[in-house]
């Protein structure tokens, strides 16, 4: 398995300003992703990213609205930007541990997001 | 077509007896995987059990078990002996390559409450 920390548990911004969620993985992975539950709903992957490369996005979602940063392979943020109160929900990142097409998906503990 | 489909949005059991969560999914990757995941009110993802495509035998992790059948393309949970921390919405979710890459998609999840 693998121990994700992702901070701020929860947070409640302002309307038009940004927040930083970042996960921290304690070994080493090749991709982390970023997923988005809003409330009631199910998990929707919002990009995947990659060590030394651009983050993909998945349809519905741009970098200007999610920046992605991963430094290397134990950390990665997530930005959301110019938030509104659309943008309340969970946002969780995960990472794959296990051997090739036998991987188990295992996630942070989330952020807990409300906009006013 | 829905890729993972959860058909039971809540589910009630009595503490100690067992209960089955229902998934159905839907591939034509012959290399795929699939993962149950709790979510209590918290709000983090817990990994709870994974079958592969190419396993034989159903997955089994303490209290909790696998039934996998692949001709039906079916993936149901089953909780032995419920407890009150049981209580939780369940996701069923399967991971396969699309579009060149793997992806992991989740179904809408099954409200799980435990009666005493």
């Known amino acids: 398995s693998a121990v994700i920390s992702q901070k701020p548990s929860r947070d409640i911004c302002q309307r038009g300003t940004s927040l930083t969620i970042q996960c921290q993985v304690d070994?080493?992975?090749?991709?982390m992703f970023w997923y988005r539950q809003q409330p009631g709903q199910s998990l929707t992957l919002i990009a995947t990213?990659?060590?030394?490369?651009?983050?993909?996005?998945e349809s519905g979602f741009v970098i200007d609205k999610f920046p992605i940063s991963r430094p290397n392979l134990t950390f990665s943020t997530l930005t959301v930007s110019n938030m509104s109160p659309e943008d309340s929900s969970i946002y969780l990142c995960?990472?794959?541990?296990?051997?090739?097409?036998?991987?188990?998906?295992?996630f942070g503990s989330g952020t807990q997001l409300s906009v006013l | 077509a829905q890729k993972i489909t959860q058909t039971q949005p809540g589910m009630f059991v009595q503490e100690k007896e067992a209960v089955t969560l229902d998934c159905t999914y839907d591939?034509?990757?012959?290399?795929?995987?699939l993962f149950w995941y709790k979510q209590p009110s918290s709000g983090e993802m817990i990994f709870l059990i994974y079958?592969?495509?190419?396993?034989?035998q159903n997955a089994t992790e303490g209290r909790y078990s696998l039934n996998f059948q692949k001709a039906r393309k079916s993936a149901n949970l089953v909780i032995s002996a419920s407890q009150l921390g049981d209580s939780a919405m369940y996701f069923c979710?399967?991971?396969?390559?699309?579009?060149?890459?793997?992806?992991?998609?989740f179904g809408t999840g099954t409200k799980l409450q435990v009666i005493p």
């Open positions: 079958q592969g495509s190419y396993d034989q």
């Open positions: 990213a990659n060590q030394g490369s651009e983050a993909t996005y």
């Open positions: 979710a399967m991971r396969e390559v699309s579009g060149g890459y793997q992806k992991v998609t």
């Open positions: 995960s990472v794959e541990v296990g051997t090739q097409l036998n991987e188990k998906l295992f």
């Open positions: 591939t034509s990757d012959p290399s795929y995987g």
């Open positions: 070994s080493q992975v090749t991709m």
